[in-house]
């Protein structure tokens, strides 16, 4: 069963940093991209960051280099570091996992973690 633990999340003021982390399992981390997404109140979800394990990414449209992404293959866990936070990086950050090549698509991904709240204060 493929499961995606997030977690990092929670009450930062403008200007800090986070670091979420994606755990993954169920299986081989190798044969699969990785991705952050992000869904504030009111909007659609948005692609940030994906990954493979050779290390390919793919940014979203709406993500500055604010924001990078990383892999520890030997835990099979991706990260988002997120720096300089604004209050409109407010929202709900999913994990997402699928076989193939990296994509920021929603539907690219069919499997996905609960996610984890991530609150930038002004």
């Known amino acids: 069963e493929v499961q995606l633990v997030e977690s990092g999340g929670g009450l930062v003021q403008a200007g800090g940093s986070l670091r979420l982390s994606c755990a993954a399992s169920g299986f081989i981390f190798d044969d699969y991209a990785i991705a952050w997404f992000r869904q504030a109140p009111g909007k659609e979800r948005e692609g940030v960051l994906c990954?493979?394990?050779?290390?390919?990414?793919q940014r979203g449209d709406s993500v500055e280099g604010r924001f990078t992404i990383s892999s520890d293959n030997a835990k099979n866990t991706v990260y988002l570091q997120m720096d300089s936070l604004k209050p409109e990086d407010t929202a709900i950050y999913y994990c997402?996992?699928?076989?193939?090549?990296?994509?920021?698509?929603?539907?690219?991904?069919?499997?996905w973690g609960q996610g984890t709240l991530v609150t930038v204060s002004s």
């Open positions: 997402a996992a699928d076989q193939g090549r990296c994509s920021v698509l929603v539907r690219a991904y069919r499997y």
């Open positions: 990954i493979t394990s050779d290390g390919r990414s």
